[in-house]
């Protein structure tokens, strides 16, 4: 039986959500919505939610006065409220500061030692606590974290460390045989490039699991002096949320058939991820996809900038399935991109305004006005929803799009050549013949471009199709008021 278990990363809650969580957990909500309709709401599990063990929240948290675990709830609903406003359909929303995920992390890490995965061993290095993640002196910009630009702590403490030099070949071979998919092609080959470098290190390649001075997270099973690492922990969100390792949901569902993400997490994914699931003897992702990372007005968006935009401000001005559609639309999936905050409303404005709503209005108004609300159904052609359905299932998700809006166009360009208006004002036989013929294809045509966006906008997707199919059709509602101000 065919099933389908999608991913997204589980996001800090030392923030608050924006727009890069919106768009990936977007992007991941297509494919869950579209594979449901395919193979049936049983046999897809839509996975996201929140990373919670990270230091970082202690800090946080104190910088605003409140108790840990208070802090972490209080940005978790954060969290879980935009994505119900973006109409995200997750089975689950995962947080890591569940006791079943501690449970499963407790089996997974006993396997890691008896496994003899894992070692003992003195860490010495650069620390830099926004990123979670170790840095090399060369790695530095001037000294400071090249993503943060704070200045990395020299650690130094006892840690365990997993033998991650023992296993690059065998995941060196699963990604370059294709065997685990690393996709799109450029960070494929990104990773066994990645891969080729980290052999060079030999046993310096393998990372410390383990943190001693941690004070928030999972402890470690074997020796409870120590916090789980939160990145290695984190990880294995994807099987604690299934039950690992004897749960019903883990039979059914594991392997996952996408973990989705950006770039900027892919080594984790990529390289770390798929060698301790080898070490634990649990079988691969399918596929790894990182999609490319976006600037704000051609900067990287963050807090300190004051350039964040909330997806809650979005969905209040566009609504939420233009919000979807302004988000997934702006450029490739797989590559890097700049949003500009300016061309949100100019693209509502052509593609939604005058593109899609503009050919519902005008065909429903026709209908209503001169055939009494009653068209004959046409058999609808079928083109475009495979089209459609190949780019979404190879995450084309802009490909979909554009073959979305050129049907659309397509369909206004037949509506201004037909002149059905004109054709209502003629009044002789042949021409009311053509007129009942012209939107009847327009109806079919409508029926099909609905079919085909509703992964992406399900509310208007929904509206457009029963709208058509109607006994009696009426006059559409603007389902896009135009808008005039360019800021969110
Ligand atoms: N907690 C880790 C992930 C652990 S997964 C086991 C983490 N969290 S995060 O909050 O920093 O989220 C990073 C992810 O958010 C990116 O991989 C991407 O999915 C999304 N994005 C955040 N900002 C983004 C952009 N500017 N552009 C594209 N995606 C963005 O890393």
Not at 17 to 23: D, L, S, T
Not at 135 to 150: A, R, V
Not at 275 to 303: D, R
Not at 321 to 336: E, H, K, M
């Amino acid at each position: 039986m065919k099933t389908f278990y999608i991913t997204t990363p589980i996001y800090y809650v030392n923030d608050v959500p924006h727009i890069g969580h919106a768009y990936t957990t977007i992007a991941a909500d297509v494919l869950a919505r579209y594979w449901r309709k395919k193979i049936g709401e049983k046999d897809v599990f839509f996975l996201t939610g929140t990373d919670e063990n990270a230091q970082k929240n202690v800090e946080s948290a104190a910088e605003h006065d409140m108790d840990t675990q208070q802090f972490i709830d209080m940005n978790a609903k954060k969290f879980e409220g935009a994505f119900a406003a973006l109409h995200i359909s997750n089975d689950m929303f995962m947080r890591t500061t569940a006791p079943f995920h501690k449970e499963s992390v407790d089996v997974f890490m006993q396997k890691l030692h008896d496994a003899g995965a894992l070692k003992e061993g003195v860490y010495e290095g650069l620390y830099c606590t926004g990123c979670e993640d170790f840095y090399l002196e060369k790695d530095l910009k001037d000294g400071l974290c090249p993503i943060h630009g704070t200045k990395p702590e020299i650690v130094k403490e006892k840690n365990w460390f997993f033998r991650l030099s023992e296993y690059l070949d065998k995941v060196e071979h699963v990604i370059g045989s294709g065997e685990m998919e690393v996709a799109p092609e450029t960070k494929k080959s990104e990773t066994l490039g990645l891969i080729k470098e980290l052999k060079k290190l030999g046993e310096k390649a393998d990372f410390s699991v383990t943190r001693e001075r941690a004070t928030w997270g999972v402890d470690f099973v074997v020796d409870p002096t120590q916090k789980v690492y939160v990145w290695v922990e984190a990880l294995q969100n994807y099987i604690s949320a299934l039950g690992y390792p004897d749960g019903e949901r883990f039979k059914k569902f594991w392997p996952a058939d996408v973990h989705l993400m950006a770039k900027d997490i892919l080594k984790f994914h990529a390289v770390y991820w798929p060698a301790m699931l080898m070490a634990a003897g649990v079988e691969l992702p399918k596929k790894i996809f990182a999609h490319g990372f976006f600037s704000l007005n051609g900067k990287k968006m963050s807090k300190s900038l004051g350039n964040v935009i909330d997806p809650l401000a979005m969905v209040e001005k566009f609504g939420v399935d233009a919000t979807r559609y302004l988000l997934l639309s702006q450029f490739p999936f797989g590559n890097d991109g700049d949003i500009q905050e300016e061309r949100f409303a100019e693209k509502f404005n052509a593609d939604l305004a005058n593109g899609l709503g503009n050919l519902l209005s005008r065909t429903t108004n026709l209908i209503e006005k001169n055939l009494g609300g009653s068209v004959e159904r046409k058999e609808v052609d079928g083109g475009l929803f495979k089209k459609s359905s190949s780019y979404i299932e190879s995450l084309s998700f802009d490909e979909a799009l554009k073959s979305i809006w050129q049907a659309i166009a397509e369909a206004n360009a037949y509506f201004d050549e037909a002149k059905p208006w004109a054709l209502a004002k003629e009044d002789n036989a042949e021409a009311k013949e053509k007129l009942k013929n012209v939107l009847s294809e327009v109806c079919a045509r409508l029926e099909e471009i609905a079919r085909a966006v509703t992964p992406f906008m399900p509310d208007i997707g929904e509206k457009i199709a029963v709208l058509v199919t109607a006994d009696k059709i009426v006059k559409a509602e603007p389902l896009f008021p135009r808008i005039e101000s360019k800021n969110i």
